[in-house]
């Protein structure tokens, strides 16, 4: 190499080769590798295609086991832990905040669109249904769910959502409720629970189900269950379970069930 064939490995201005081949031979082994890698990708494409065409949008193809819906609460706790100082405003002011953002969505102005919304009866009915899901029919109607449904707990009088007195609101989101549950220890500490929902009554109606996705119901809103604990022992970390009963749900199942502890500081 020291005279210099380094350079013409490179490049052998003799034979005109280019790393050992001339430009003919490069330019035939470029499109060789062009055409092969072009037809490698149809092969995919292909049958990503054909196997995209047996799959349905709006459902799993194999649906051999179905988890019932979970349940869940606002506002957003870290940990499910609630703790403020109910004379302390900046102390359940990010509580209040997760509540009002969510809630905004349920206000009547919100749902005036016959096209997107329809009223789905005042009292407690079986589920909708509103056609298969690979039917003709397009987006679903959603059933209208007012925030004033909830009460006690619709923030609309009460716009701390009991916070400010000590006596905090969750909101509910899944299938069906019963009365919440209570540590053993906790029981005389809880004091009354009030339920707010759909016809003055805490539960979930079967009419707002089933769901269709986010794509066949774009306006969908699921009914709420307001919780109000009205007599939360002050200075004190309290325990509560909340469980949904209902069609699918076992008694010893951890599906549908959360723990949320209060601490309310004086």
């Not at 609630?82 to 102390?91: L, V």
């Amino acid at each position: 190499m020291a005279d210099g064939g380094w350079r013409k490995t490179l490049w052998d201005p003799e034979t005109r080769e280019f790393i050992g081949r001339t430009r003919e031979r490069w330019l035939k082994i470029s499109v060789f590798y062009v055409i092969f890698y072009t037809f490698l990708s149809g092969i995919l494409i292909g049958t990503i295609q054909v196997l995209l065409m047996t799959l349905s949008a709006y459902k799993p193809k194999y649906q051999d086991r179905i988890v019932p819906s979970g349940l869940s609460f606002l506002p957003h706790a870290t940990n499910f832990d609630i703790i403020f100082k109910k004379d302390d405003p900046s102390s359940y002011e990010a509580y209040v905040e997760s509540l009002k953002k969510f809630i905004e969505q349920y206000n009547d102005e919100k749902q005036t669109d016959d096209r997107k919304f329809e009223d789905c009866g005042a009292i407690p009915k079986s589920y909708t249904e509103r056609g298969e899901l690979d039917s003709n029919v397009g987006q679903r109607k959603s059933c209208r769910f007012s925030r004033s449904e909830l009460q006690g707990c619709s923030g609309e009088i009460d716009t701390t959502f009991g916070f400010k007195e000590g006596k905090p609101c969750l909101i509910v989101k899944s299938n069906s409720l019963p009365d919440a549950l209570k540590r053993e220890e906790d029981k005389g500490k809880i004091g009354e629970i009030k339920y707010f929902g759909f016809a003055g009554r805490g539960g979930f109606p079967l009419q707002y189900y089933p769901y269709y996705g986010k794509m066949l119901h774009p306006n969908y809103l699921q009914p709420l269950v307001g919780v109000k604990f009205t007599n939360l022992t002050m200075n004190k970390e309290l325990k509560v379970e909340c469980r949904v009963y209902g069609g699918g749900y076992e008694k010893d199942s951890r599906h549908g069930v959360f723990y949320v502890h209060f601490t309310v500081k004086q």
